[in-house]
């Protein structure tokens, strides 16, 4: 018996959400055609923003035209997470997936990057496993990866850790934390901030962390302004630093033992 | 004044590296066009093995004509690790990067997915920092990040630790380490087995991890016979398992609080 359902297809997007129109790299310097010729046959789509997804797809025809018209294609917002509330049980969820138990292959995107990494969609791709639907992962650009391997620090033990706490007190707690981690498991450890706040998390890293621990900024990866500096906080502290604030900033600090 | 010096690329390779002849996917399937067309252009590369790379130069040479001939390519190999050797300090690889040093564009590579990232290149890396190099890391598969997104598990924090100890009772005692911290931080905890012991890790996990604990499997990604299985320590129970042995696995597990 063959499986009459679909397969959900997780698509990478580029990561050039925000930035300033007219800097996107071209679709094909990011994303491999393979990747690019599903996302054009797909009709059924659940997306972080319905309205990103529909420009993505317009650059996907540009490429590979589209099987049907944006206009025509299906896509459903993932319901959004409400800050405190329980997330939502997988059976919620099923729904959103209906089109691949009615045996169509769906897609699930971002606004950035590889969905549910650092992104919503993972609780949608554990609905899927319950269900029985395939799950099939597409190969593209991660800024937090890039940015581990542009940093030069450890990338046989790394974590991401996400966003640091906002309030000054609890975030110099919570940055020694994890510099007392990376000491004691040689482990990397990454971070994001929201970007106007890039520059004040940067000075609270050179502030707080040990003159010895290595910290690393990746600005912009796969766009014409990338750049990843490496270097120790001591170093860090001898200069004076602008970041970004509309491109994709990945902060990565590796403490010596 | 223009910097006189040339970039060190990190280029990304496929993720069918050991994997039977005839079921690699198309270059193009894996790595975006732009990527494909940097390394056709590189004369200079260092690398994790020159046999693979060669081959590697062969692909990107059916789809982009490479500049110059690979026999012509100068390709010298990353000095390996020795085991409890302390690493190589960055000036003693700083040979490695003359070229650069020199004007011209390098390329870093390994034998799968994103150099520095859970494979070597990351002393390099740091080297290249330290000798005002600049370093740019290209998009392509790798192999953990796509394993994170296809599991369902949480993708907002998480570690990627490399191998476990193959000694029963300290690999047991590492598996409760890393269940405890994935509880305590609610952070998805990925690992990687030399493929002959995929097996013998998947059964030590099932045995030792909590029955609510999620555990998910994903076998060959980017290939045709890719596939990802998510699902509780309890339900793992439940069958029998066979994995692959000539594909890459990666393992995920998340804790519940």
């Known amino acids: 018996m063959t499986n009459p359902r679909g397969k959900l297809y997780l698509v990478p997007n580029t990561l050039d959400f925000g930035c300033a129109p007219g800097s996107e790299p071209e679709l094909q310097d ?3 055609l393979g990747v690019i010729r599903i996302a054009a046959r797909l009709g059924h789509w659940v997306a972080e923003n319905a309205k990103t997804t529909r420009a993505f797809l317009k650059r996907v025809d540009a490429v590979v035209p589209l099987a049907q018209k944006v206009q025509a294609l299906a896509i459903v917002e993932l319901p959004r997470a409400q800050k405190g509330a329980p997330k939502l049980a997988p059976p919620k969820l099923a729904p959103l997936l209906a089109a691949a138990l009615q045996g169509h292959d769906m897609g699930l995107i971002s606004e950035a990057g590889l969905p549910a990494v650092a992104d919503p969609g993972s609780d949608l791709v554990q609905a899927a496993h319950e269900l029985g639907i395939e799950v099939i992962a597409l190969p593209g650009p991660s800024s937090l990866l890039l940015a581990l391997a542009a940093s030069g620090l450890n990338g046989q033990s790394f974590a991401f850790v996400g966003y640091l706490p ?24 990454l971070m994001i901030e929201t970007p106007y706040r890039n520059e004040a998390l940067l000075a609270a890293l050179i502030m707080n962390l040990e003159a010895a621990t290595e910290l690393s900024v990746s600005c912009g990866l796969t766009m014409p302004q990338a750049y990843s500096r490496t270097a120790t906080v001591a170093q860090w502290r001898a200069g004076t630093h602008r970041l970004p604030t509309d491109v994709p900033v990945v902060f990565s600090l590796l403490a010596s033992k």
Not at 168 to 181: D, F, G, K, N, V
Request: aromatic share 0%; proline share 4%.
């Open 30 to 32: 990011v994303l491999p």
């Open 166 to 189: 906002v309030e000054a007190t609890a975030r110099c707690a919570r940055i020694r934390e994890l510099e007392a981690l990376s000491s004691r498991q040689a482990q990397t450890q």
